[in-house]
Structures are given as structure tokens and as C-alpha cells.
């Protein structure tokens, strides 16, 4: 019998667990039907904790893969005390794209270029923007960060970013900066793909908004923690925050109301820059991948530090 596993993702993850490790024992449960005196060593998690997870002990699970990637709504206490795992990149793809659709879409002034009705002039209009030239700075550079980079090189841009561990290095064609001041001081548009923890909370707020290049565009990915939301509102009508496109605000969801639903200069989207047609194939197959990895004795990919909470 080969490595044992509890699975809360469904048939299409235990299928893809079997055929990367074909004698994997795979019990598929829903997450709220967990049957007592199960044993597991390998636990493929649902995307949020349950009442299953203080039991993790007892069903004997040493590694927990949780397919987010962000662990930042977990207690610490369940990130401990085993290896835990994340889908980190597994979304990369898709949200470079929103990223860049952004940046494209404030270039090109969409969509108030589409028209309705008959024009003034024809073959005629105010010059848009080009985003070849433009400088976009990353604040984060994992699978996220590096994936804009790609795209945003080849749309001719200078890429600049700022990463916890610049000691690291940065892909070729990626300067690093030297502080967030440095960062924001030199960037026409800004993506923040850095996880949600102490350091970063508020990352962006009166006293870094004063830094900002005049005019830059803000694009949150990450998470809503990053921002000070007030903070924001006040360096977009002064003029130093040219346009926000936040998939990510707080709280989650936005009431009815809230200002950020109405102000001219702000696009807010409901969390779904992750969203794609391959997006449970990639899941699962990261899953699978690193049920070959954990069998063989290999490093396992997107492991979480417990203590700096992604």
C-alpha cells in the first residue's frame, strides 16, 4: 500500500494523485464528513479551515497541501507542527494577465473609447497612452511578480521590483530597487503581489503615498491588508494616485455603499484576477506533482514558513 492521503478536493484531484503515484491510497471525503477514526499522512486541504483541521493530529497528517496561495486567513497553530504547503504561482498565469489588461486598459482609456453613438470626429482623438516605455514596479517577485515581469518586457516596458530577499537576485531585465521609496518614486504603474503579513500591512499609506511618482497607477493583487484604504482615497483626489484597480480591498466582501464602488478613479473587481479555465487542472496537477515529490524524499515546492505566514 503506498503513501496515504485524505483528500477535500474532490474526484478530479484524487485522479490526478493516482496518476502521478499510481499506488497512492487516495480516500476522498467531503471536508464536513470526515469519518472518525480515519488515518491519513497526507492531507490535500479545502482552500479555508474547518472543523477538520483540529483533528490533524489525531488523523496523523504530516503534510497539509493548501491549494490558495495565501495561508493568511489560517492560525498560525494549524501551520505548525507538520509541512504545509500552498498553490503558490499556480495562479500566476492568469493574474499577469489581469495585471496587464489593467495597465493596458488605463493606456488605452478603456473603456471610455468605445463608443455609443455617433462621434464629434472621426479618426480623431485625444493621444492615448502607450505602455511601451512605461516603467511598472513590482512589489513582490515570486510566481506572481515574475510572471508580469515576462509579460510586461515584452510590451517594452522597463520592469523594476522590490523583493524581501533581494539577496535572491531578479530575472534578467528585472532591476531590483533599493527601498519602496526608490520603487514608487520611479513607477508608472504599480502591482502589489507581495503576501499579507506584519511587514506588509499598509505598505502603501500616507507617509509611502507621499513618495509616489505623480500619476501612477496602483493595481492590487495580492491582498486588500496592503493598502490603507483612507490613505488611498486622499492621494487620488489630490492627484498623486492617478487610477486604482484593486481585485483586492477590505474587507472582502465591499458593503453596499462603500466608496470605492464609486469613485471615478478606482476599478474594483470581486477577487477573481485568479480566475481561468485551467485553474483546478493546474491546481491538481501542482497537487500531483508534489505527491511524486513527497514519495521520493524531494524538496517539497511552495512550503510555508509558520512563523512569516506564507
Not at 14 to 42: I, Y
Not at 121 to 142: D, I, K, Q, S
Not at 147 to 154: F, H
Not at 173 to 183: N, P, S
Amino acid at each position: 500500500m503506498g503513501v496515504r492521503v485524505l483528500n477535500l478536493l474532490g474526484e478530479a484531484a484524487a485522479d490526478a494523485a493516482r496518476a502521478a503515484v499510481p499506488d497512492a491510497d487516495v480516500h476522498t471525503h467531503p471536508a464536513d464528513a470526515v469519518p472518525d477514526g480515519l488515518t491519513a499522512e497526507v492531507l490535500f486541504s479545502t482552500f479555508s479551515p474547518g472543523p477538520v483541521h483540529a483533528r490533524l493530529d489525531g488523523i496523523g497528517i504530516r503534510w497539509m497541501h493548501v491549494p490558495s496561495t495565501g495561508v493568511d486567513t489560517w492560525p498560525r497553530e494549524l501551520l505548525g507542527g507538520r509541512t504545509v504547503t500552498c498553490g503558490r504561482g499556480v495562479s500566476a498565469v492568469p493574474i499577469a494577465e489581469y495585471c496587464l489588461a489593467a495597465m493596458l486598459a488605463v493606456e488605452k482609456d478603456i473603456p471610455a473609447i468605445f463608443l455609443s453613438g455617433v462621434p464629434a470626429h472621426w479618426n480623431f482623438h485625444t493621444p492615448m497612452g502607450e505602455l511601451a516605455g512605461r516603467t511598472v514596479g513590482l512589489v513582490g517577485l515570486g510566481g506572481i511578480g515574475e510572471a508580469v515581469a515576462v509579460r510586461a518586457r515584452a510590451f517594452g516596458c522597463r520592469v523594476r521590483a522590490l523583493r524581501r530577499h533581494p539577496g535572491l537576485g531578479a530575472p534578467d531585465g528585472v532591476e531590483l530597487a533599493t527601498d519602496l521609496a526608490d520603487l514608487l518614486g520611479s513607477t508608472d504603474h504599480l502591482v502589489l503581489a507581495a503576501p499579507a503579513t506584519a511587514a506588509t500591512a499598509h505598505l502603501l499609506d500616507d507617509t509611502t503615498l507621499a513618495a509616489v511618482k505623480p500619476g501612477i497607477h496602483v493595481i492590487n493583487v495580492a491582498r486588500g491588508s496592503l493598502i490603507d484604504q483612507d490613505a488611498l482615497r486622499r492621494a487620488l483626489d489630490d492627484g498623486r494616485v492617478a487610477r486604482a484597480t484593486l481585485d483586492t480591498v477590505t474587507p472582502e466582501p465591499l458593503p453596499e455603499g462603500h466608496w470605492l464602488f464609486s469613485h471615478p478613479q478606482v476599478r474594483v473587481t470581486a477577487h477573481v484576477s485568479w480566475g481561468s479555465p485551467h485553474g483546478l487542472t493546474r491546481i491538481n496537477q501542482a497537487i500531483a506533482d508534489n505527491l511524486v515529490r513527497y514519495v521520493a524524499g524531494a524538496p517539497l515546492v511552495g512550503v510555508v514558513d509558520p512563523t512569516e505566514g506564507y
